[in-house]
Every structure is written in structure tokens, then in C-alpha cells.
């Protein structure tokens, strides 16, 4: 990976009590965003302007604050990052209207990042009924707002619907990344899951584009570490990186992970998954894999000894 990137840890869906639900004033949010160990968060309250006071006042000092919307449609929820001052998103359409892709390309215009907000939400309103087309990630990890767990069914979905499309999108050129947010509307949620990025600084304008490259991983809680590096003869790459083809050369896979006791580390490709080893009771350790195979990308999964989720990866793209 380049040398001049660093990673971040954030929540790129969060509510204050602007939200329908939400109980937090915005320094409470900033507050809880600081303890967690945060180095950004998106605000994304229902169909509203955030990017104006109070949350300008509560940045800095190594939280950046990025202004955003979850745009709340008749037949499901996406999230708008990096608005500008006024800009709120349409949302008063479903899906027999055919009016979202003109939102979504108002956003795009802007600059800023559109992503699929918790697509298998259980309830009124909340599944996602349109394609991912056009969209630039997809959120296969949302919060604790259905269940006590921090993983659930509803994500399980979602990652597996994001999984199956994964190959075909490689394959032509133009795959969705994942990423994970708190969706926090109550105190204790933000953070879990977070996603971590790799961006050159901690501006909107680099996070933005490292979450739209996929160069991004996420994790359950702070506690947690992962790396990933795949190499062939002298070329190597990492989250959301290509790794050019070397004839002759195998494709060697390692994963460093820490913070998940008895957990197990699965790889998976095109194939499925393909290879899998367990970590130890302290939580830290190593898994290896070697292919002459040549898949055409590698993601990893780590799981807690439960079978919910304790991080995962986007692919590295095995070119």
C-alpha cells in the first residue's frame, strides 16, 4: 500500500435528535464519537440540511465532522455524504415513480458519495427496492436499531446479497465496496460497527473518495485490528488495491487480525470461500493462504466463536 495514506476509523451514518428516534443533541453525538475513538463521522439525519451549526462548532481538533442526509424514500433509505450547505436530496418518490437516479446524480454532481442504507431493514419503508446501480457503496453492516446483537439477520443479508454480486462486478470493471456504519440513534451505539479507511488525510474530500475506492475495511468495535496484503513475486497490494498478475506466481494471502478471541478468519473469492483457520483464545493471529489458481479478488470475514461478525473487508482485486 502507498506509504502516504493513513487509516481512519469512522461512522459514516449517525442521528441526533433532529432525527425522528434519536435522542442526542449534536455535542453528545461529538462527545461519544471522541470517546470511541473515532476520527470521523457523516451526520445523517432524516431528510434534512446538517451541514450548517451547530456541527461546525464541534468539529476539529482530529474529529472531522462530514455533513450528509439519510434520504428516506417511500421504498427505502439511502445516505447522501459530503452536502453542501443547503443541499437536501429529493426523497419524495418510490420506486414506481423513477425519480432516484435523478437524485442520486443531483448528489453526484455536488461531489458527494451516495450509498444503500441497511437494504434489508425489516420494517415499513426500510428495504431497499431499487438496484445498487449508480450507487457508490453499500452498507452490508448497519447498528443495533433492530436487536440487541451487533450482527444480525437483517446483515447477514445483506452481505450475502453484496457477496453474490461481488465476482460479476470485478469482473466488469465497476464493483460496489461495503462499508458498515452505527446507524446510532441512542446513546452507546456510535462506532459499532466502523468503518476504517485508507486516505491520504483526514479531509471529506479524501475519505469520501478512499469509501467511493473501496479502500476501506470495517470493524465491530474499536478493539479491533486487521491488515491484509496480497502478493505475487515482487507486486503486492491491500484493501480495495489491484494486484497485477505475475506469470508462474502464486498469489500468497496474509491476514494479521487482533481483538477477537477464538474467533475464526475465512477468505473467500469467486469461488466461495476457500479457505479458512481459527484464531487463538488471546485474540491475535495470523492466517496464510497461497493459490496458483488466480481468483479474481480476495475479501476476508473474521467471526466471533458466536458466528456473528467481527470485521470484514472489501476485495483485493487480483488483476
Known amino acids: 500500500m502507498a506509504g502516504d495514506r493513513h487509516w481512519f476509523r469512522g461512522d459514516c451514518h449517525v442521528h441526533s435528535r433532529r432525527s425522528h428516534g434519536g435522542e442526542l443533541t449534536p455535542a453528545e453525538l461529538v462527545a461519544a464519537a471522541r470517546a470511541a475513538g473515532l476520527d470521523f463521522i457523516a451526520v445523517t439525519e432524516h431528510n434534512l440540511d446538517t451541514a450548517r451549526d451547530p456541527w461546525s462548532r464541534l ?4 474529529l472531522l465532522v462530514i455533513p450528509g442526509q439519510e434520504v428516506v424514500t417511500e ?9 453542501a ?3 437536501v436530496a429529493d426523497w419524495r418518490y418510490g420506486v414506481r415513480d423513477d425519480l432516484i437516479d435523478r437524485s442520486v446524480a443531483e448528489v453526484h454532481r455536488a461531489g458527494g458519495l451516495c450509498v444503500v442504507a441497511h437494504p434489508h431493514a425489516p420494517y415499513p419503508a426500510g428495504t431497499f427496492m431499487y438496484p445498487f446501480d449508480g450507487f457508490d457503496a453499500v452498507e452490508v453492516w448497519n447498528g443495533q436499531w433492530s436487536s440487541d446483537l451487533p450482527w444480525n439477520a437483517d446483515n447477514e443479508a445483506a452481505l450475502a446479497e453484496w457477496g453474490r454480486g461481488l465476482a460479476i462486478g470485478v469482473h466488469r470493471r465497476r464493483w460496489t465496496p461495503a462499508i458498515g456504519n452505527s446507524d446510532a440513534h441512542l446513546a452507546g451505539q456510535i462506532g459499532t ?3 476504517v479507511v485508507h486516505a491520504a488525510d483526514l479531509t471529506q474530500h479524501a475519505v469520501l473518495a478512499a469509501l467511493r475506492a473501496g479502500r476501506c475495511w470495517i470493524a465491530g468495535s474499536a478493539a479491533i485490528q486487521l491488515t491484509l496484503v496480497a502478493t505475487a513475486g515482487p507486486s503486492e497490494a491491500g484493501i480495495g488495491e489491484h494486484l497485477p498478475a505475475v506469470d508462474g506466481a502464486p498469489v500468497t494471502v496474509e491476514v494479521h487480525v487482533s ?3 477464538s474467533g475464526t478468519v475465512s477468505l473467500h473469492t469467486d469461488r466461495g470461500r476457500s479457505h479458512q483457520e481459527a484464531l487463538p483464545p488471546a485474540g491475535a493471529g495470523t492466517a496464510t493462504w497461497s493459490t496458483t489458481d488466480r481468483p479474481t479478488f480476495v475479501r476476508v470475514e473474521v467471526r466471533h466463536p458466536t458466528g456473528h461478525m467481527a470485521a470484514l473487508t472489501n476485495p483485493v482485486i487480483l488483476t
Open 75 to 83: 421504498t427505502g433509505h439511502w445516505l447522501a455524504l459530503g452536502l
Open 259 to 261: 481483538g477477537v478471541p
Open 193 to 195: 460497527p466502523q468503518t
Open 59 to 62: 468539529a476539529g481538533d482530529g
Open 85 to 87: 450547505p443547503g443541499h
